[in-house]
Nanobody
Framework: QVQLVETGGGLVQAGGSLRLSCAAS????????MGWYRQAPGKQRELVAR???????TYGNSVKGRFTISRDNNKNTVNLQMNSLTPEDTALYYC?????????????WGQGTQVTVSS
């Protein structure tokens, strides 16, 4: 079993900042990549940021220059620093990890953490 737990969501005013964290636990041989996705009501889930095992990063166009994805020394933890937030960033944010363990290759998802940005 693999568990992902997101923390750090909340309510923030436009222009403010928020930092999300995601910790993966369980039986993990390796993680191919970790990332953040978000989904607002009535909209598709979209990529926010992704971090590959080699350290390369990918960002959604709408967050480039404002959000930064990073890893802790514990590589099973990924963070998302969100700056210059706007109401359009309001969504449920999900952590994802592609995990290899004794059960094979597993795409694990967290329960989500709500980010609400007021104008």
């Amino acid at each position: 079993q693999v568990q992902l737990v997101e923390t750090g969501g909340g309510l923030v005013q436009a222009g403010g900042s928020l930092r999300l964290s995601c910790a993966a636990s369980g039986i993990i041989y390796s993680i191919n990549g970790m990332g953040w996705y978000r989904q607002a009501p009535g909209k598709q889930r979209e990529l926010v940021a992704r971090l590959s095992s080699d350290g390369s990063t990918t960002y959604g166009n709408s967050v480039k220059g404002r959000f930064t994805i990073s890893r802790d020394n514990n590589k099973n933890t990924v963070n998302l620093q969100m700056n210059s937030l706007t109401p359009e960033d309001t969504a449920l944010y999900y952590c994802n990890a592609d995990v290899l363990n004794d059960r094979g290759l597993v795409a694990a998802w967290g329960q989500g953490t709500q980010v609400t940005v007021s104008s």
